[in-house]
């Protein structure tokens, strides 16, 4: 039985995966193709870059119009390099002692980034190239898979040279068994690097051979890094961030990390709303991958659109993304308003992280009629979601409205929580219905600190709100009531405030069903008759999507 009930699931999972992304990349594609200028948080307009063009690239780099237009109308996708880009490769290849005039007899050359040409100059110098040219830089995978005597051969590494006494002097913490098979200059620069990098390795990270393997199955750029900055970027990350080896091993994509770019980092953003940046990077190493620019710029995003940098330390993943990235998905939290109404909530920034998925959660559950989509929910792991989906249960645990009202009343969380706790439905309204309830009443003039005292008219239906609203303005109301005063101008805000929830609830007994709308009334019943596709998504735990092995088997179902 559970067999066929997982089968049943897997099933579902597939054509739910294919509406959902559809979807999604159809209202993405909309949003973008609509939005020539877009505003950030702060109502400031971005202009979208300009492309690269001759009179830019001759006026920056030098040379004249006609080269680069002859170099642009060859190679087109020359264009779609950031201009902030373009200018850092540049200035690493003027470092290198490069010319515009060398530059532009392969001008590609530019469209790698500025780590990848210094890494890779750096490589052919500790394999003994003396003279490295621009063509030689841009056939860089070309060069490195050629055998070495061949290399020498075409004179690109001297005669004299011993390459692989060369290379293992690179590493100056660790002394290299002698191996005399890597005497034979017949095999390739790639796979003797690849060799003395796995010694390394072994005596510098006690790896096992199963370790190495993944390594290079997982993580095949590391072959591409010099050996100096491998070795610099593990003394860093021993001795100023007290990694222990082990941990290395478990990340060790920080093997492709830039030494010189994580001491910018230690340098430039030695805090993050007040915790050392060595704690955070050892807490996630991920981070040490993005550049020093890169997470300046994200912090300016977030603080942009007025989300404090505590926010950050709640989920640091958010620093693994690029900063355009996080742009767009700051932007886009303003036109969703289930996700508008979080941007005060301290944990905002996992609707950034994880947007695609809260989106596709978002719509699923609008599907089922369930309106409490917590910010927790959107964001958990697949299986508390799932859970959630399935049980039924329209209901949240009420610390978004909490976060939300402390925000706007200025009063503590904790005495928010003890108030509406009175109310036995009140987790059972979605945060998104208690901002648009309190904008109204604002709206009608009623004051933050009338409203408090009559928070519970919050939870209630704006429609039923209105209607005891105008109730109580005819001329005979005052009298059906029984109130000694002539009309209800007589009465103070907050007086107006408890009858309308009086007038609300008497019509329910007062036993707090007020807050149901007539389509929410029993928007659960037979729940599980009424389920749509399930996304795929959430029937998996592994962390990084879906497994390849379950991918395959789901593609035979």
Known sequence: ????????????????????????????????????????????????????????????????????????????????????????????????KYSVDDIVTKPMIIYYGASTLSNRHSVLIECGFQNVTIPTLFKYITVINKPIDMLKGHCYIPYNVNVSQRLAACFTDVQLPNDGQLADESITLKMLRQTLLNAYLRERLQMEDADLQKMWRVYSRVRHKSFRSVQDIIELLTTVFKFPLERIRKNIFLLHADADNVRRILREIPTIYGQDIRDIGYRRPKILMSTCDSLKQTLQHVRSFGISEDAVLRCLEVLTLGPDTVLERLRDLNEIEEFQVLGSNPRVLRLVHYQNKARLRLDYLNQLKVRCASLHILSCGSEIFAKFARDGSDRTKGRDIVVYLGNILLKDEQVLRNLLSRHPNWCHVPVLHVKQCLEYLLSKRFKLNEIFNNIHLLLYPIKRIEEKLLQLQAAEAMEELQLPVADVHALSNNEILTLILYLIESEFHFTGDGIWTEQHTHHVENFNNLLPDFPESLNKVYKYGVRPSEKLSMQHL
């Not at 294919?18 to 971005?46: C, D, M, P, Q, W």
């Open 1 to 96: 039985m559970l067999r066929g009930s997982q089968t049943q699931a897997l099933l579902l999972a597939r054509s739910f995966n294919y509406i959902t992304r559809g979807l999604t990349t159809v209202k993405k594609t909309a949003s973008k193709e609509g939005r020539v200028k877009s505003k950030n948080g702060s109502g400031f307009e971005v202009p979208v870059e300009e492309s690269l063009n001759p009179n830019y690239l001759a006026r920056t780099l030098g040379s004249n119009y006609r080269t680069w237009a002859a170099a642009l109308e060859k190679h087109p996708e020359l264009k779609t390099v950031k201009r902030k880009d373009l200018l850092n490769s540049y200035e690493t290849l003027k470092s290198l």
